[in-house]
């Protein structure tokens, strides 16, 4: 493990490239999955995750607890989902229009098969409420723990664990043998 | 022991573009070549802050400066002063001198040996090392 993220926070505030690099690698994953929950797009929550990034470091100085900047940078993320979605009319169900996005496929097949797995995941995904997405998605995406994600998301960790808990049954139950093991 | 609960992982990988090194990578460069401009701008203002605050070696070197020209300027004063007397009337104008400055003992005795103070003379007696 390198710097802690106060320290990162606090190098960034000086203009450290470097610092702000380390800090967009580790959570610019738990941003881009908090704009997922909202927006059901791939895309969009790759936009989103970038402003939100680019807001976090113009106003770093407004991170008053530089250790907890992840809970930070998701609050952030969300409010700019919640926008980019007002102002966008963005609708979850355009996953073939955030497909288009993605890198360019070097086996058509493969990336053919595995738009058709996205479209399921998001169109399965968007059953859940807002905050099973965003918990299921840390809890698999990014292998948080119930603890770590309910700090995260300010929420308690039994709460966490219900939601998860759901997220995750329903996910069974509407995807059914699409889904691998891990 | 929790993803044991359900006994089996639901992949959602293919929701993660990051999962990708090279994407991953290219996402990081787009967010760092926005972020430039700021970064630049917050470099600048920090460089700005320390020199104004005397932070840096140069802050430090103008701190220094002041009390050794302050030496330098009375050592030049007390020179030029003995300088403009006699030769004859030197030891005596100058103890005279000395005595009704009151001047500080590293002083009294470059005076009194007729030489230039050193670099470590004037550290020396602007730390008080030397009793003044």
Same mark, same amino acid.
């Given at each position: 493990?390198?710097?802690?993220?106060?320290?990162?926070?606090?190098?960034?505030?000086?203009?450290?490239?470097?610092?702000?690099?380390?800090?967009?690698?580790?959570?610019?994953?738990?941003?881009?999955?908090?704009?997922?929950?909202?927006?059901?797009?791939?895309?969009?929550?790759?936009?989103?995750?970038?402003?939100?990034?680019?807001?976090?470091?113009?106003?770093?100085?407004?991170?008053? !607890?530089?250790?907890?900047?992840?809970?930070?940078?998701?609050?952030?993320?969300?409010?700019?989902?919640?926008?980019?979605?007002?102002?966008? +009319?963005?609708?979850?169900?355009?996953?073939?229009?955030?497909?288009? +996005?993605?890198?360019?496929?070097?086996?058509?097949?493969?990336?053919?098969?595995?738009?058709?797995?996205?479209?399921?995941?998001?169109?399965?995904?968007?059953?859940?409420? !807002?905050?099973?997405?965003?918990?299921?998605?840390?809890?698999?995406?990014?292998?948080?723990?119930?603890?770590?994600?309910?700090?995260?998301?300010?929420?308690?960790?039994?709460?966490?664990?219900?939601?998860?808990?759901?997220?995750?049954?329903?996910?069974?139950?509407?995807?059914?043998?699409?889904?691998?093991?891990? | 022991? !929790?993803?044991?609960?359900?006994?089996?992982?639901?992949?959602?990988?293919?929701?993660?573009?990051?999962?990708?090194?090279?994407?991953?990578?290219?996402?990081?460069?787009?967010?760092?070549?926005?972020?430039?401009?700021?970064?630049?701008?917050?470099?600048?203002?920090?460089?700005?802050?320390?020199?104004?605050?005397?932070?840096?070696?140069?802050?430090?070197?103008?701190?220094?400066?002041?009390?050794?020209?302050?030496?330098?300027?009375?050592?030049?004063?007390?020179?030029?002063?003995?300088?403009?007397?006699?030769?004859?009337?030197?030891? !005596?104008?100058?103890?005279?001198?000395?005595?009704?400055?009151?001047?500080?003992?590293?002083?009294?005795?470059?005076?009194?040996?007729?030489?230039?103070?050193?670099?470590?003379?004037?550290?020396?007696?602007?730390?008080?090392?030397?009793?003044?």
């Amino acid at each position: 493990m390198g710097e802690t993220d106060a320290i990162l926070v606090l190098r960034s505030r000086r203009g450290d490239a470097a610092a702000f690099e380390e800090l967009v690698r580790r959570h610019m994953r738990k941003a881009y999955l908090t704009a997922l929950s909202q927006l059901g797009d791939v895309a969009a929550a790759e936009d989103v995750t970038q402003d939100a990034l680019i807001a976090a470091l113009e106003r770093i100085e407004d991170c008053r !607890e530089p250790e907890h900047f992840a809970a930070w940078l998701i609050r952030i993320a969300r409010n700019k989902a919640h926008n980019y979605r007002r102002r966008e +009319r963005v609708r979850s169900a355009l996953p073939l229009e955030a497909a288009d +996005r993605l890198p360019a496929a070097s086996d058509p097949l493969r990336d053919a098969s595995r738009d058709e797995l996205r479209k399921q995941l998001l169109s399965a995904l968007d059953t859940l409420t !807002e905050r099973q997405r965003e918990a299921v998605y840390l809890f698999e995406v990014e292998g948080l723990r119930h603890a770590e994600i309910a700090e995260l998301l300010g929420l308690k960790e039994g709460n966490v664990r219900y939601h998860v808990f759901q997220a995750r049954r329903a996910l069974r139950e509407k995807l059914g043998g699409v889904y691998g093991e891990g | 022991m !929790e993803r044991d609960e359900l006994n089996e992982r639901i992949d959602l990988s293919a929701l993660d573009p990051f999962a990708d090194p090279a994407a991953r990578d290219a996402f990081v460069a787009r967010v760092l070549d926005r972020g430039a401009f700021e970064l630049a701008r917050r470099r600048r203002d920090t460089a700005g802050e320390r020199l104004w605050n005397g932070g840096s070696v140069f802050g430090v070197m103008a701190g220094w400066a002041r009390p050794a020209l302050a030496a330098a300027a009375l050592v030049l004063l007390v020179s030029g002063y003995a300088l403009r007397t006699g030769r004859a009337q030197q030891q !005596e104008a100058q103890s005279g001198l000395i005595e009704a400055m009151a001047l500080p003992s590293p002083v009294e005795q470059w005076l009194s040996e007729e030489r230039t103070p050193t670099t470590a003379d004037l550290i020396l007696t602007l730390e008080g090392g030397t009793g003044w």
